[in-house]
């Protein structure tokens, strides 16, 4: 995925983060990184009116990203991005395919605030989940060993949602640990060929949360 759509996407998340907020909300930014899992399912191949369906298997992939919001007391809203890889496995020798997917999402979040303390006043304990609509942009490329290589870009709605737990070290700093389920249907064409997978992936993620 090529650099400037990660400059520019971060870039926009770290601008809400520092960004004036009403002084009721209270704004974070966070750092998070780990794992994807991406299921096998159908994948649909058509060229010139025919088509075949079959389980396609994907690479276990990290996970990359950050986002920023507010919180208002349980309620929040943040702006999310994502990168992963989970690039199909093969099952013809010579025949290579990479898959980049960047995920940016909008997201409505609900959590609970425990062990509240005059140092942590929102709670040092905050067990959350999360859920919104999602725009993933993903790029194929496939190599075949002596016919050369092509690629193609998608960018598509889907889903993410998710659920995880915040503890606070002091109410500007803490750590988490996440579980996201992500979803989307791409559509590729590459050599004539129309490439169509169903891409449900399971996030294992850890990270810093900072508070303003």
Do not use: C
Request: charged content about 20%.
């Amino acid at each position: 995925m090529r650099k400037p759509m990660w400059v520019a996407a971060l870039s926009l998340v770290v601008v809400l983060a520092v960004a004036p907020r009403n002084a009721v909300a209270e704004s974070f930014l966070d750092l998070f990184a780990g794992a994807a899992f991406t299921e096998s399912k159908d994948l649909k191949l058509s060229v010139s009116g025919f088509s075949v369906r079959g389980e396609g298997d994907f690479d276990k992939s990290f996970s990359v990203g950050a986002r920023a919001g507010y919180w208002f007391g349980f309620f929040g809203v943040n702006l999310d991005v994502d990168y992963f890889r989970p690039s199909p496995k093969s099952q013809t020798s010579g025949v290579d395919f990479d898959l980049d997917v960047v995920g940016i999402g909008l997201n409505a979040m609900l959590r609970g605030q425990f062990l509240k303390t005059t140092p942590v006043p929102d709670g040092a304990l905050q067990p959350y989940i999360f859920a919104g609509p999602t725009l993933f942009v993903s790029r194929l490329d496939a190599d075949v060993a002596g016919a050369g290589s092509d690629h193609d870009t998608d960018a598509r709605l889907g889903f993410t949602a998710g659920t995880g737990v915040v503890f606070l070290f002091t109410k500007n700093i803490g750590v988490f640990g996440e579980y996201r389920f992500t979803y989307t249907r791409p559509k590729y064409e590459v050599g004539g060929v129309n490439v169509e997978p169903k891409l449900n992936s399971h996030h294992l993620l850890g990270g810093v949360t900072f508070r303003f």
